[in-house]
């Protein structure tokens, strides 16, 4: 069954037939949707088959839902990386060019003159934090409800145009500098593991400070997952500093 259908299937089932994971499935549908396109076909299609096997078994349970999650995430890591590194450099100019185009006239104009007065595609986000929350952004300031829904619908629209050019792109002509971004990031992903692994030792050290560390470990795993926030080397890095310390200190008493 295509991504498209196992989301539509998802999210118009009847309510007593609802997948009891249906959110997570959904999450997991479109993981492998966006997956860039030069991730191993062979691979996609494996995790394609546990999408489908989770969808026909509502018994399954949420961490073995999670736990494939993680594993998409953990193996597509470097050619994720590297197609988000692509996009950054790439994308946004013809992000900005396909949204103009999906707009109306009179809509388009008032966002070009949105865009002269200090307003930035990023204010069309829906996520704002802290004291934000309680002032209205630039752009909800700026464009009454039908105009932000006709903004918010053509930004959705020229990221998948977006996305499919750099699709191209790093498959043809940035084939090359795709590439060594990948070895960049596969690179890093493997000083990741050597530190997880560190900490994942550490913990072994002491009954007083392990569940409080398989916890933090556990999050930082969490960190390959497609849909989590991505996992650095640097706060990987920290951690373990921070546990060596720790246990230094309390190692008489553990």
């Known amino acids: 069954m295509p991504y498209a259908s196992c989301l539509i299937l998802l999210q118009y089932s009847s309510m007593p037939l609802r997948h009891p994971h249906a959110a997570t499935l959904e999450l997991l549908a479109l993981a492998l949707e966006k ?5 191993s076909e062979a691979s ?12 026909a078994d509502p018994t399954v349970s949420y961490e073995s839902i999670h736990e494939t999650l993680v594993a998409l995430g953990k193996e597509s890591w470097p050619f994720r990386r ?18 103009l185009e999906n707009l109306d006239a009179g809509v388009r104009g008032k966002y070009e003159r949105f865009l002269h007065e200090g307003g930035k595609i ?9 004291e934000e929350l ?5 752009f909800e300031s700026y464009f009454d409800p039908e105009e932000k ?11 998948v145009a977006a996305r499919r050019e750099i699709g191209e ?22 000083h990741l593991e050597s530190a997880l692994g560190e900490l994942r030792a550490l913990s072994a050290v002491s009954r007083k400070w392990r569940p409080e560390m398989a916890n933090r470990l556990r999050t930082l795993e ?7 926030k991505p996992l650095s080397l640097a706060e990987a890095q920290h951690e373990v500093e921070y546990w060596k310390g720790t246990l230094e200190a309390f190692l008489p008493a553990a």
């Open 35 to 39: 997956l860039p396109p030069t991730f």
């Open 44 to 55: 996609r299609a494996h995790y394609e088959e546990r999408l489908q096997a989770f969808l």
């Open 82 to 99: 590297a197609f988000e590194e692509m996009y950054d450099r790439y994308g946004r100019a013809s992000e900005e060019a396909h949204l």
């Open 122 to 130: 990023n204010h069309i986000e829906a996520a704002r934090s802290g």
């Open 134 to 138: 309680h002032a209205p952004s630039p």
């Open 149 to 159: 829904f006709a903004v918010q619908q053509a930004l959705v629209e020229a990221r």
């Open 169 to 190: 792109l790093v498959t043809t002509s940035k084939k090359e500098e795709y590439g060594a971004l990948v070895s960049a990031f596969g690179e890093e992903q493997r």
């Open 222 to 228: 969490e960190g390959w997952s497609v849909v989590e």
